[in-house]
């Protein structure tokens, strides 16, 4: 079978999906455990035993619920080979039987000498799908690695960028200080969901743990406690930490909103510009803050624009000084 991107049967079991729920038992076909599942989508189509097999997709699991059984059951010995035999030499990666139900003995004969890896768990077929597609959207996700820091600020994912030596870390241990937890220090796995999510994590070997010059490596979960980080967070905010250019116009009102690409989705960005003096943390903390507020509909920089505007465009009315002038004894009036 020829290589394919994706994950194969035999890691799918090694990922322990029962920790998600899934509890998996392979019946046979474990000569096929190295073929490779290309896509979360997940195929349930009893035609393809009535014949109509063009409707399955290769590199997806097929699902035999109870409807599949009882059907394979209603047929004659004979018939019931023929159909599963046409089904099981297709390209599909394995089979899977929900609910708890016991497949025909034919069904496995015929799995074993396909060499198609035969799957059974004991939950019903849509939470067995539900929890499947959530499994292999996870491990088929399109992932890159970035140097960054990733925050999680007032339930924002908040990805920390610059250049090495910038201070990514410092401002990630100030707001360690505050209550804030941190995700990933250095070394940010990112992974894309859904074609919309964008989700971070910190690699396994340097999880919970932070870098900082002077002072070495340190474990943020064994200092602050389990409350200061989380193991992944999804980003919704990128702040790029860049050095103070005396000649550069930095934005003053905000009402420009910059976007920074990953994995071909665009996320907020803010470029802070860092200078002595400047307390970067509390910077990062209030563009978290705002960003919330945006989310909610609620643009600050814009509202005070519209608001100048609409004062622009009234109609100008006398001061108070030249109303007094003309109520004056003796005046014109």
């Known amino acids: 079978m020829a290589p394919q991107a994706g994950i194969t049967v035999g890691g799918l079991l090694r990922s322990r999906p029962e920790a998600f729920g899934l509890p998996l038992d392979l019946l046979a076909g474990a000569d096929g455990l190295d073929r490779a599942i290309t896509s979360p989508h997940i195929q349930k189509t009893g035609l393809a035993l009535a014949g109509f097999h063009e409707y399955l997709k290769p590199g997806r699991v097929l699902i035999f619920g ?5 059907y394979l059951e209603s047929l004659e010995t004979a018939a019931r080979v023929s159909s599963m035999r046409l089904a099981l030499t297709l390209d599909v990666p394995c089979v899977l039987v929900t609910g708890g139900f016991t497949p025909p003995v034919e069904l496995i004969v015929e799995a074993e000498r396909a060499g198609l890896p035969l799957l059974k768990t004991g939950i019903p077929t849509p939470t067995a799908i539900a929890k499947l597609t959530s499994i ?30 910038i201070g990514k870390s410092e401002c990630a241990l100030d707001l360690i200080v505050r209550g ?32 900082l010059r002077g002072l070495g490596v340190i474990n943020v979960k064994e200092l602050f406690g389990i409350a200061s980080t989380r193991s992944s967070k999804r980003v919704e905010l990128v702040v790029q930490l860049e050095r103070w250019d005396p000649s550069r116009e930095y934005e003053r009102l905000g009402l420009d909103d910059d976007s ?26 209030v563009a978290a803050r705002n960003q919330l507020l945006k989310a909610r509909g609620h643009h600050a920089a814009r509202a005070l624009a519209e608001r100048l505007e609409a004062t622009l465009r009234q109609p100008s009315l006398p001061s108070p000084d030249e109303e007094d002038e003309e109520l004056e004894p003796g005046g014109s009036r």
Do not use: F, K, W
């Open 66 to 70: 109870e409807s599949e059984i009882r």
């Open 136 to 165: 292999l959207e996870d491990s088929l996700a399109e992932r890159t690695m970035l140097h960054a820091v990733l925050m999680d600020v007032l339930g924002l994912g908040v990805l920390i960028a610059g250049e090495s030596g």
């Open 180 to 211: 804030h937890r941190l995700v990933a220090d250095d070394t940010v796995e990112m992974r894309r969901r859904q074609d919309t999510m964008l989700i971070g994590t910190c690699p396994e070997l340097t999880r919970h743990h932070m870098e």
């Open 260 to 285: 920074y690409e990953i994995l071909g989705l665009r996320v907020p960005l803010i470029r802070m510009p860092v200078a002595p003096g400047r307390n970067i943390a509390i910077l990062v903390e």
